[in-house]
T-cell receptor, first 117, second 114 residues
Framework: AQKVTQAQTEISVVEKEDVTLDCVYETRDTTYYLFWYKQPPSGELVFLIRRNSFDEQNEISGRYSWNFQKSTSSFNFTITASQVVDSAVYFCALGWISSGSARQLTFGSGTQLTVLP | ETGVTQTPRHLVMGMTNKKSLKCEQHLGHNAMYWYKQSAKKPLELMFVYSLEERVENNSVPSRFSPECPNSSHLFLHLHTLQPEDSALYLC?????????????FGPGTRLTVT
């Protein structure tokens, strides 16, 4: 069975601090994808990144960076120099193929990030 | 309109009512999804449609009835709901349910069952 665990339910930081959101996943598949989505107060989930299981190279995009480690089944997300606009719920998700061949996403329960001015 | 739109944004209904949620995608995608998001819980996939055919149904109660008349529109018909069905219902679309993992989400419908 597929499972995604985001142990941090809520995190509060002061603006300009760095913050890391943890994500641990479980799967028996050898091919899978990992995602991060951002859900601002408006409710719409915004896609941030996708990584496949064969590419462990870390990625940086502006103030965002992702650390994928298969050895620990983790896909952590770091925001550098956080800003108030980063306040949102962040979801980690695991992409896999169901028995019906549909690509499915299993989501973690999310981490509420609050950045204080 | 761009992206994925959902109407209504908020809905309050009694347990004996019948209502429908609507989702429309303007991305030219072939696959559409319904998710349920309850407080403090992970998003739960409810249904997957590809080219108007249902390809996944994740053990959803029959009081939720999906309809996909074409690849741009997806409905969720609701009847005889329970208070525990109160949640945010999110619609998403992707290029194809077999080839693309990236899903684009609408803003959701906040449903309250009284």
């Amino acid at each position: 069975a597929q499972k995604v665990t985001q142990a941090q339910t809520e995190i509060s930081v002061v603006e300009k601090e760095d913050v890391t959101l943890d994500c641990v996943y479980e799967t028996r598949d050898t091919t899978y994808y990992l995602f991060w989505y951002k859900q601002p107060p408006s409710g719409e989930l915004v896609f941030l990144i996708r990584r496949n299981s064969f590419d462990e190279q870390n990625e940086i995009s502006g103030r965002y960076s992702w650390n994928f480690q298969k050895s620990t089944s983790s896909f952590n997300f770091t925001i550098t120099a956080s800003q108030v606009v980063d306040s949102a719920v962040y979801f980690c998700a695991l992409g896999w193929i169901s028995s019906g061949s549909a690509r499915q996403l299993t989501f973690g329960s999310g981490t509420q990030l609050t950045v204080l001015p | 309109e761009t992206g994925v739109t959902q109407t209504p944004r908020h809905l309050v209904m009694g347990m004996t009512n019948k209502k429908s949620l609507k989702c429309e995608q303007h991305l030219g995608h072939n696959a559409m999804y319904w998710y349920k998001q309850s407080a403090k819980k992970p998003l739960e996939l409810m249904f997957v449609y590809s080219l108007e055919e249902r390809v996944e149904n994740n053990s959803v109660p029959s009081r939720f009835s999906p309809e996909c008349p074409n690849s741009s529109h997806l409905f969720l018909h609701l009847h005889t709901l329970q208070p525990e069905d109160s949640a945010l219902y999110l619609c998403a679309s992707s290029q194809d349910h077999r080839d693309a993992y990236e899903q684009y989400f609408g803003p959701g419908t906040r449903l309250t069952v009284t």
